[in-house]
């Protein structure tokens, strides 16, 4: 689809976000609502360091990042059984 932007596991047209559906349900919705109200630290630190970078580029870096925390803690998780 033209004007799609993709990072990782996420894209976006600009407007809408898409990501798994898992991750988006369990911890990315919310994450998205904290970028938008603006209190979430890591995508401010991002925007501060990426002058130049689309926004859009910069939400979707973030959640890619923040996804493969998630990903990694759901493997510690199964290991310890």
């Known amino acids: 689809m033209e004007g799609m932007i993709q990072v990782g596991e996420f894209k976006s047209d600009g407007k ?3 990501g798994p559906a898992t991750y988006m349900e369990v911890r ?3 994450k998205l609502r904290r970028i938008e109200s603006g209190t979430d ?3 401010n ?3 501060a360091a990426g002058q130049g970078i689309s926004t ?3 939400v979707l ?3 890619q990042t923040d996804y493969a925390g998630w990903l ?3 493997d510690l998780e199964l290991m310890k059984g």
């Open 28 to 30: 990315g919705s919310e």
């Open 45 to 47: 630190a991002m925007c």
């Open 61 to 63: 870096v973030c959640l």
């Open 41 to 43: 630290e890591g995508f």
């Open 56 to 58: 859009v580029n910069l």
């Open 16 to 18: 809408d976000v898409w």
């Open 72 to 74: 990694g803690q759901q």
